[in-house]
């Protein structure tokens, strides 16, 4: 069976539908699948052996369905559920399952402030979408598939700028990932200072080129502990060094996908999103932060670039000494 999986975005989205991937591969016979996904989305699932065939979504949907129609799938399913899947799906003809959102829900509890989502782990329902083909969830986690370049020793070799990253991960690391898609989900650059100086050992920082501006716009000092490595990296050097830390500190991003994705301990801090939506640390140790019970949370589905409130107390109410305890209690247990 040629079966086409599609998830255009996000880098965290696409990384649950791993498990959906190797579970269509190691269970239907004969199963070739191939992926659809956006752009830089790709790097993430290079070298994965469950997938056959990656493809990218062309500048139109146009060219993207004449490009799908050469392969002759047998079944397509769809975890995105948007409206291009939805054109590509129904352009294609063929059999299909499609991925439920709770996107009513979300509404619902973002308004009335009552948790009546399912209380269903993405990935799960992810599987939901499968199940019509005999594929049922076989207990293990995400995956991220490392190039051989960015493996144990290897890895060590790489420069990042003048850094050599064998003096960065020389001793155990805490990463903590500075950025996300939007503001009201992003850990606040002054707690993050203050909590750098709080953590035993090492700290690295991961994000982008806009968290790194964030950072010398706002004049926090950091600690001599903590190396900043944001905008500095490559998506899969990211990766890497996620892989290779203790303990990752997070907000609602992808990179809490990632660390999932390499059984990392990790420490996810909610702001203006909540564990309930279905995105919380997947099949690993995972430890939730909230700022106690705030009547404005959660405020919109994914996040927005500004506070309604304008002091974003579901940040910065967090207890941030708490959190180090935490970190410092899970660095001091890591393997």
């Known amino acids: 069976m040629k079966v086409l999986v599609m998830r255009l975005s996000s880098i965290g989205d696409v990384l649950l539908t791993t498990p959906v991937v190797r579970c269509l591969k190691q269970q239907l016979a004969d199963a070739e699948v191939h992926f659809l996904t956006r752009g830089a989305n790709g790097e993430l699932l290079k070298g994965n052996p469950y997938i056959d065939k990656l493809l990218l979504l062309q500048e139109s949907v146009d060219e993207t369905v004449a490009m799908l129609k050469r392969e002759n799938y047998d079944f397509v399913v769809d975890l ?5 899947t939805r054109k590509i ?21 973002v308004l009335t402030k009552l948790d009546v989502m399912s209380g ?3 990935v799960d329902r992810y599987m ?33 700028g003048e850094l050599k990253l064998a003096d960065v991960l020389d001793v155990p690391c805490v ?38 501006s964030r ?45 999932s994705a390499f059984s990392r301990p990790v420490v ?11 995105f919380s640390a997947f099949r690993t140790k995972g430890v939730d932060c909230e700022a106690g019970r705030l009547w404005c949370r959660p405020c919109s589905r994914m996040g ?4 309604f409130r304008g002091g974003y107390d579901c940040m910065q109410k967090q207890d941030w000494q708490g959190i180090a305890d935490i970190v410092n209690g899970l660095l001091m247990n890591a393997e």
Not at 135 to 158: I, M, S, T
Not at 219 to 230: D, I
Not at 304 to 307: D, I, M, P
């Open 80 to 84: 995105h559920n948007n409206h291009r």
């Open 89 to 109: 799906r129904l352009s294609l003809g063929v059999r299909h399952s499609v991925y439920r959102k709770e996107n009513l829900r979300k509404f619902a509890y």
């Open 120 to 122: 269903r782990h993405v």
């Open 128 to 160: 939901q979408a499968v199940e019509r083909l005999g594929v049922a969830d076989d207990g293990k986690g995400l995956e991220v598939c490392l190039p051989a370049d960015l493996e144990g020793a290897q890895l060590l070799e790489q420069r990042v």
């Open 175 to 212: 990463a903590i990932a500075c950025g996300g898609q939007h503001a009201t989900k992003r850990l606040p650059l002054d707690r993050v200072a203050e909590l750098c100086a709080r953590l035993q050992g090492r700290v690295v920082l991961l994000g982008d080129a806009g968290d790194r």
């Open 215 to 259: 950072i010398e716009q706002c004049g926090v000092s950091l600690a001599p502990n903590v190396v900043n490595l944001c905008g500095r990296t490559t998506l899969m050097q990211t990766a890497a060094i996620v892989a290779a830390s203790k303990v990752v500190v997070t907000s609602d991003s992808s990179l809490l996908h990632i660390a």
């Open 268 to 278: 996810t801090v909610w702001g203006a999103t909540t564990p309930s939506f279905g």
């Open 304 to 307: 927005s670039e500004r506070c």
